[in-house]
Every structure is written in C-alpha cells, then in structure tokens.
C-alpha cells in the first residue's frame, strides 16, 4: 500500500507541474490569498512557483530572521521558498525538498527567472522522511500541506528533529483530522493524494511530534475553509480541482476532483471522475482543518 501511495503522489503531482498552472489564473491567486497570502506576497514571485496547493503560509508564521537557513519540504513550483528566501536574506539559504523531478525542474527554472538571482536559493529531489542534509544544520524547517502525504509520518518527524540545529523549530501549515473519516473516503488512495485520507489526528500529530523529541508543540486550527479550492473552477490546466473548461458548481472536493483531460488521460481521469462523485458526499470541512503547527526542538544541555 505504502508504494502505491507513494507512487500515486509522485505522479499527479507531477503531471500538476506540467499543468502550466500560475498566479496568471484568477482562481490559482484566489485560493493562495484564502489561505492566508496577501497580493504582494504572490507578485513579489515567479508566476509559476505558486499552483494552488497551499493549505497556509508557513511564511508568515515562521519568524524567519536574516541569515538563517530554513528548508522547505515539499517545496512543489517553489513558492514558500522564494518567500523564505527574501526574508533570510542573501547570508541565509532557502532549500526546497520534493520528490518529484517535473517540480524540481519546475522551481529550478522559477528560481531562474526569480529578480536578482537564486544566490541563496537550493532545490534538491528527495523524500521528506530521508533529508539529504547534515544533522543540526537548518534553523527552521516549514512546509506547506505536504506532511499529511508521506506514509510514514512519524520518520518525518524524527527526520526534522535530526536536521535541526538545537533550538531550531518547525513551523508548519497542514492538514489534519478533527474525526475519522468515513470507511470508503479513508481507504481511498486519490483521497489520499488529495491531501485528506492521509491526515491524521491531531492529537497524533502532537504525539508524534512530542515522541521524536520535540517540546512546545502546538498545533492550532487555521479556521480555513476547505472548500476554497473551489475557486480553482474554470482554469486551464490538470490535476487539480474543478479543472474543467466549463463551468462547474463549487463542490467541497479537496484539489485532485473534477479534472480535466489535458494532462491527464485514461484510468487517470476516470479515478478523479470518481473521487469527485465520491468527495461530493461529504463535506470535507467536517472531518479535516487547515492547521497551523509549532514545535521546537530543545537546547543542548549544558555541561
């Protein structure tokens, strides 16, 4: 199951990097400021560095400080880290982490076009729970809902604690779990790709921060409304919500129902057909939120 996870989410997310989705689409805007970006934020960056997938702005809650070294996993087009980028400055560094190689090559080519240069700027192609970093080597580690997809959440968890200086933190916009969620939505393998079956609880998110050594978690419900991927109806691309040419009501479907066929053709695009008839049922802010995490990882001890 863990591999046809993953492999699930390696390739719609990779076709979505080819989608040629942008902050050139209204809606691709829309639902970036929903989730707490400002205009300013999303004009100051390559155009194509932001696609809709944001579930917050881990940007505007990090505290990020000038000359810091901050990570970003699951850095998709690039977004969080052209923004991290500019707030640690040209000493500090912003380095993505996606496993996907068309959104590696798709940030590295953003990066390219981003005004004055990528000097303090890395992607590199990885999974998220095997860092290709030194231990207690990032002051800060954000990401933007892409926890709830690795399968083995828990190795995140200690992975982040490894590579994090001794007072270092993490600071996190994700999705996760209020209650259960119904019996045929959870063991849906496009819902999980679609960032909801592969939630968890929030009180299992806590503990598997608290069980990989870190102290101050909190974890606080953002109030966002799911349903804000919605706005992503009537755009030109794949792989995301109501992708469609014509027009289409707002269902409360998380990003991977009503594709269009662009991009993504055969089995692929009966499956989305039938998770949008399956997520159409439920609405998805019943089960899940938008949420805002915190954790540090404590100082050495002295001696």
Known sequence: MTDTIVDAVRSRYGALAQSGLSNAHAGVRAVAEAFGYSAEELASIPA???????????TATANLRTGETVIDLGSGGGLDVFLAASKVGPTGKA??????????????????????????????????????LAD????????????????DKRAVFREVARVLKPGGRLAVSDIALKQPLPLELGNDVLAYVGCIAGAISLEEYRQGLLDAGFSEVMIVDSGADLNAYAKMENQSGCCSPAMTETSQPATSSLPIANVSSDCCTGTA??????????????????????VKVFAVKPEAPST
């Open 269 to 290: 695009t009966e499956l989305h057909d039938s998770l949008k008839d399956l997520l159409s049922r439920y609405n998805v802010n019943d089960y899940a939120a938008s």
């Open 95 to 132: 380095i993505g982490i996606d496993m996907t190689t068309e959104m590696i090559e798709l940030a590295r080519r953003n990066a390219a076009q981003r005004a004055g240069g990528a000097t303090n700027i890395e992607f590199h192609q990885a999974t998220i729970d095997h860092l290709p």
């Open 48 to 58: 194509g560095a932001n696609m809709g997938l944001s579930c917050g702005n881990p």
């Open 136 to 151: 207690s080597s990032v002051d800060c580690v954000i990401s933007n809902c892409v926890i709830n997809l690795a399968p």
